[in-house]
């Protein structure tokens, strides 16, 4: 009768591991979809549209003289600082303090919000074809890239295209961006945030190491400063919210990770502020 019984488990488990074997082939092509790169290509292509006709709609028949923005007292500071950047590189002077304004005394640019991460990556726009330029294409990236990410990382929460793009519309192209567009590239520049989640879960999940999770956080952290103090301070106040009531209300087998990913995220915080 154990034999039997043996037998019949044996039989049992094979057969579920069939089914399961099964589940596996008819979740493969779903599965591969998913990893495949052209949904991401298509929808950064469909956010990259959206954002020309809506926030660069009348920049992008001229983007070296018709800004990206309304008004021109904001939108002038954050020119100047995309154009300061380069000139004080190629100038060999410091690029976090200026004696150009508020002569002769100068200013400590670090107590402003001169975006030196953006400034940094469109030089060559700026040194190319002007500040104008420079800004038009922050403010037409701020939201394509953060619909993008938020995308990404909807579509590892969801597991389905259409709830991917609509969360990554929802949160590009939602009223918040469009009524910082008017003139203030620093709080669009959110594309990060997405991103501190993803690797986050991704970590959680042990998907990736510890090491690559603090080497990656930190950069992440560090170039969310050098665009945004202000989003990156909210990012960690809410992200901190969201670890330490996760830990709370997670089941026991759970709760040691996320106790983990506390500590690595702050370890990551600290090598962000050297780095920074």
């Known amino acids: 009768m154990a034999a039997g019984a043996a037998v019949e488990g044996v039989g049992a488990g094979g057969a579920a591991g069939s089914r399961v074997a099964v589940s596996r082939e008819r979740r493969g092509p779903r599965e591969r979809e998913l990893r495949s790169g052209h949904p991401r290509c298509l929808a950064f292509g469909l956010y990259l549209i959206l954002g020309l006709l809506t926030a660069g709609f009348y920049a992008i028949r001229d983007p070296t003289s018709v800004c990206a923005c309304v008004g021109n007292a904001d939108p002038a500071l954050f020119m100047w600082s995309l154009a300061w950047l380069p000139h004080a590189l190629a100038a060999g002077v410091n690029p976090l303090a200026s004696h150009a304004v508020w002569a002769p005394v100068g200013v400590n640019l670090a107590h402003h919000t001169t975006i030196p991460a953006a400034a940094f990556a469109l030089a060559p726009v700026t040194v190319l074809f002007g500040p104008i330029a420079a800004y038009n294409v922050a403010s037409i990236a701020s939201p394509v890239l953060a619909a993008f990410t938020a995308y990404l990382l909807c579509r590892r929460i969801a597991g389905g295209e259409m709830p991917a793009l609509a969360g990554g519309y929802l949160f590009g192209f939602g009223p918040y961006m469009f009524a910082q567009l008017v003139g203030h590239p620093n709080l669009t520049m959110v594309f990060l945030v997405p991103v501190m989640v993803l690797l986050a879960l991704r970590r959680a999940d042990r998907e990736i190491s510890r ?6 956080m930190a950069i992440v952290l560090a170039l969310q400063a050098g665009l945004s103090t ?26 040691a990770r996320i106790s983990g990913l506390i500590a690595e995220s702050v370890a990551a915080g600290l090598i962000a502020i050297a780095l920074a």
């Open 230 to 255: 202000e989003v990156l301070a909210t990012s960690v106040a809410f992200g901190l919210l969201a670890l330490l009531g996760s830990r709370l209300l997670a089941g026991e087998p759970y709760r």
């Open 211 to 216: 090491r690559r999770y603090v080497v990656w």
